[in-house]
């Protein structure tokens, strides 16, 4: 049963991002759950990670993430998926996510 479990984990399908949401790298976190990030499309987003997913995704200082901004205020967003290394390198791997400049919002 166990290595039934451990095949399906590796076996996890890439999420890759929605038209209506961005890829980005978490800058500083600020506390009670808001965070600052640095977004692909430029733009310097507050973030705040949703209840359901606070206990379940411990997110850090320059982990990529995926966020999904606000219609009535696009300063703003909230925090839908983190990625994970081996994640990452696929993301770089199929072209969705330009390595250099990903290195470069980390920086």
């Given at each position: 049963m166990t290595k039934k479990r451990a095949e399906q984990s590796q076996v996890k399908e890439l999420r890759k991002p929605e038209p209506y949401e961005?890829?980005?790298?978490?800058?500083?976190l600020l506390g009670a759950?808001?965070?600052?990030?640095?977004?692909?499309?430029?733009?310097?987003?507050?973030?705040?990670?949703?209840?359901?997913?606070?206990?379940?995704?411990?997110?850090?200082?320059?982990?990529?993430?995926i966020v999904q901004p606000w219609d009535f205020q696009p300063n703003k967003c909230d925090v839908v998926y983190r990625y994970e290394d081996s994640e990452l390198r696929k993301l770089v791997e199929e072209g969705i996510v330009d390595k250099d400049l990903l290195e470069q919002l980390r920086g």
């Open positions: 961005v890829i980005c790298v978490v800058k500083k759950e808001h965070v600052q990030v640095l977004c692909l499309d430029g733009k310097e987003r507050m973030g705040r990670i949703p209840g359901k997913y606070k206990k379940r995704m411990w997110i850090k200082e320059g982990d990529v993430v």
